[in-house]
């Protein structure tokens, strides 16, 4: 396919791809979709549970069963919508067997089911405060402050490439509207620009792994 | 823009950006095939994938969240319970890859049975295996055993007869002779024994027989001196 055929059909859905390709036995698909959701999921639970050790716990038995369940993923949603039901149905489900600090399940309960459609938005923005532990706080804080020094050093056709699309959230297309330029050079530049930056980062990641961050 | 000069230039980033393009779901079906092609190493690719990540959720200014397992360990703690739940060898690679179902059973899990929660413990499954094994085993215990060998089961009025037969004494108790004020009366060898025991049961009613299943006001005891 050419990459800058405008006239091309629209790229399939990238986690329904991963999904079929977990299917297929690849395992490595449902790793990128663990790797990709994680935190997310992470930050979904830890609005439920305090206990950070537990977060982790109900975090990974999301990803168990979400992967036993794989086959019954058929596209009809967006994968985290489906991923975000395993995941409070699984906390849920800890918590009335733990039955640890029930009532401030109930009210993290409430929170998420009052509006099912938009949750999984709204825990995007939603932080653990519970779960923050100085140590913590500061490598997030040297992660966030690595990226944001990154953009600054990029070349500007980079800088903007990458805005458009992780900021704003344009498609390839668009973006390629807008700096009149081809699809593929739109491609090239946000990973080139990624690249950089995920340069400054890749040692704290490094670094950090068997800690918590 | 001359998009062949492009294309001919861009050779190499189009190769090695397919992960970038496939976080932006802007990857084409086609080229998916070189996600995983052999030039990463998966520890390569994990990295190189959640770096991407990472830079996207700051830059929408979602910060990381803190407290949070790096993913390598994270992805280490799924493998390693993969593994142990399909029986084989460790190995991040050889865990079964979950099974098809039938379409009558791909339901949404909105619509679909919500997994049990003891669906991850393997030995749950097993006591309930179990459990229904010996079900079964004393369900044919009652219907075989209660026949004997070589002859038909008897129907159930059949077995209600033989159930009560038994019930019946099958050795008349013995009894005494016991010499009262009324004369020679015959007991229960096991009542007069009683009796013997308890003597103040054994007193004269006012129907002047032995009445010990009444509670009267007579009292058999040694007279006083």
């Known amino acids: ?213 | 823009m001359n998009s062949k000069h492009v294309a001919t230039a861009q050779d190499h980033s189009q190769t090695d950006s397919v992960l970038s393009a496939l976080a932006d779901g802007e990857l084409p079906a086609a080229e998916f095939d070189a996600v995983f092609g052999a030039s990463d190493a998966p520890d390569g690719l994990h990295l190189r994938w959640q770096s991407y990540q990472l830079v996207g959720e700051v830059l929408r200014g979602q910060a990381p969240a803190p407290g949070g397992r790096p993913a390598s360990a994270f992805l280490a703690g799924v493998h390693a319970r993969l593994q142990a739940e399909s029986g084989v060898a460790p190995g991040p690679m050889t865990v079964t890859p979950p099974a098809p179902v039938e379409e009558s059973l791909a339901l949404p899990p909105s619509r679909g049975r919500a997994p049990a929660a003891n669906d991850a413990v393997f030995r749950w499954q097993l006591v309930a295996g179990v459990a229904s094994l010996a079900a079964v085993m004393a369900v044919s215990w009652s219907v075989l055993g209660s026949g004997a060998p070589g002859t038909a089961v008897p129907d159930q009025g059949a077995q209600l007869a033989l159930v009560a037969a038994p019930a019946a004494p099958a050795v008349a108790p013995a009894t005494v002779v016991v010499q009262t004020g009324q004369g020679a009366v015959i007991r229960d060898a096991r009542l007069q024994e009683l009796l013997a025991e308890h003597r103040q049961y054994g007193g004269m009613s006012a129907l002047q027989m032995p009445a010990g299943f009444l509670r009267n006001a007579t009292y058999d005891a040694a007279p006083q001196r």
């Open chain 1, 1 to 213: 396919m050419n990459p800058d055929d405008h006239t091309a059909p629209p790229p399939p859905d990238s986690d329904a791809m991963l999904v079929q390709r977990t299917l297929a036995g690849e395992l490595r698909a449902f790793d990128l979709l663990v790797i990709k959701y994680q935190r997310r999921v992470e930050r979904l639970i830890g609005r439920m549970v305090r206990d950070v050790d537990l977060v982790q716990d109900i975090a990974q038995e999301t990803f168990i069963r979400a992967y036993r369940a794989l086959a019954q993923f058929r596209g009809d949603a967006q994968f985290y919508t489906w991923l975000y039901r395993i995941a409070v149905n699984t906390a849920k489900k800890q918590l009335m067997e733990l039955k640890r600090d029930p009532l401030v399940f109930q009210s993290q309960l409430k929170s998420a089911e009052d509006d099912e459609t938009s949750a999984p938005e709204r825990e995007l923005n939603a932080g653990v405060a519970d779960t923050e532990t100085p140590e913590a706080v500061l490598a997030s804080k040297e992660i966030a402050e690595a990226v944001n020094a990154a953009m600054e050093a990029l070349p500007e056709e980079l800088r903007m490439a990458i805005t458009l699309r992780e900021i704003d959230g344009l498609s390839y297309e668009d973006i390629a509207q807008a700096l009149e330029c081809p699809i593929g050079t739109v491609r090239s530049r946000i990973f080139r620009a990624r690249e950089a930056i995920s340069a400054r980062i890749k040692p704290m990641l490094e670094r950090q792994t068997g800690k918590r961050w």
